[in-house]
């Protein structure tokens, strides 16, 4: 194995200066700097990144918890993190729980096993002990997606209650009056967010809250599916359904479709997302767009740098929705 003294060799300096070149720890002049590099290149020279690790108490590395990587929220997401970390000169692990508590809790221990700089954390749930923890061990985290209000932790959110607002508010302004809404979880804030942004929209029209209009979902295909089949078993079928992910929203097509109805003729639906199968799927869904990969960006950064400089206050970026209006949403006759 080529050491770091077989480079110093190599290019007729000293092992402090190799040391110094490769870890920037102090000037080197250009001539000497440039020496070192082509030995480097010469003897395929790899630094050993756990010894470096070890004397610095840092590994270059982050970990990332996600509740689903089959949605493609979350992969978006991923991708941000990915690409912001690597221009950084970090490495990420990525971590799925499936919506399993006691599966996050072992990617957690896992993580501090692998002794990550910090921890960008999407929860299950609105597990509050996992960030505690986190926090606990004096490891920067920053918490995506969903907002943990009791805790001063980093956040990158999204403001949910201004999507379903602006996805109610179109249908309304299509002429829709009886608007079903199939939520996600109702534990995580995003899915609560939503509803409450639905339900300012009715509140608004002066429409009563119907609340077997609204149905808890599962941010999948599956739930959508499985309620939009629901409501449509009801005497008065609702002329629009607001489906709190582009999951379901497809998921809520196929049904009916299934039973024989047209979207958007006989029902019209919005999703929330507006993830790439949304402009492909028949027809291509009106949705609510959330800056996915921003995202991502923004929590690598943010989390970066928290990892350089522990002792900021707290931040809390909230990044606007839009809705973007296709071709499952039309006019009630």
Do not use: W
């Not at 941000?80 to 221990?109: A, H, P, W």
């Not at 809250?209 to 599916?225: A, R, S, V, W």
């Amino acid at each position: 194995m080529i050491t770091i003294k077989d480079v110093a060799k190599e290019a007729g300096v000293s092992i402090a200066t190799v040391s110094h070149v490769i870890n920037s720890t102090r000037y080197v002049s250009d001539e000497l700097s440039k020496k070192v590099h082509l030995a480097i290149e010469k003897l395929s020279y790899h630094p050993n990144d756990i010894a470096r690790s070890l004397k610095k108490k840092k590994t270059y590395t982050i970990g990332m918890i996600m509740p689903d990587n089959s949605n493609p929220f979350f992969a978006e997401v991923a991708l941000g993190i990915e690409m912001k970390s690597f221009d950084l000169s970090y490495n990420v692990i990525f971590c799925n729980t499936n919506r399993n508590v006691q599966k996050e809790s072992t990617y957690l221990d896992l993580l501090l096993k692998k002794r990550v700089d910090g921890i960008v954390f999407v929860s299950s749930g609105i597990n509050i002990n996992s960030v505690k923890f986190i926090k606990s061990q004096k490891i920067p985290i920053i918490v995506v997606d969903r907002e943990i209000k009791r805790l001063k932790v980093d956040s990158v959110l999204v403001d949910n209650l201004s999507g379903g607002y602006q996805a109610t508010k179109h249908l309304l302004n299509l002429g829709h009056k009886r608007i079903a809404c199939i939520s996600g979880p109702s534990l995580i804030t995003p899915s609560s967010e939503r509803i409450e942004g639905y339900k300012k929209a009715l509140m608004e029209a002066s429409l009563e809250i119907d609340e077997k209009l609204i149905l808890m979902g599962d941010f999948q295909f599956e739930g959508g599916y499985k309620y939009a089949k629901k409501l449509l078993r009801m005497k008065r079928i609702p002329t629009a359904i607001f489906a709190c992910n582009d999951l379901m929203a497809i998921g809520a097509i196929c049904a009916i479709k299934e039973e024989g109805l047209s979207v958007p003729k006989d029902i019209s639906v919005v999703g929330f997302d507006d993830i790439a199968l949304a402009s492909f799927c028949d027809p291509k869904l009106t949705t609510v767009i959330q800056p996915k990969y921003i995202m991502g960006k923004l929590a690598a950064n943010m989390l970066i740098e928290r990892i350089r400089n522990k002792e900021m206050e707290p931040r809390r970026k909230l990044l606007k929705t839009e809705l973007i209006i296709r071709e499952s949403t039309i006019r009630k006759e």
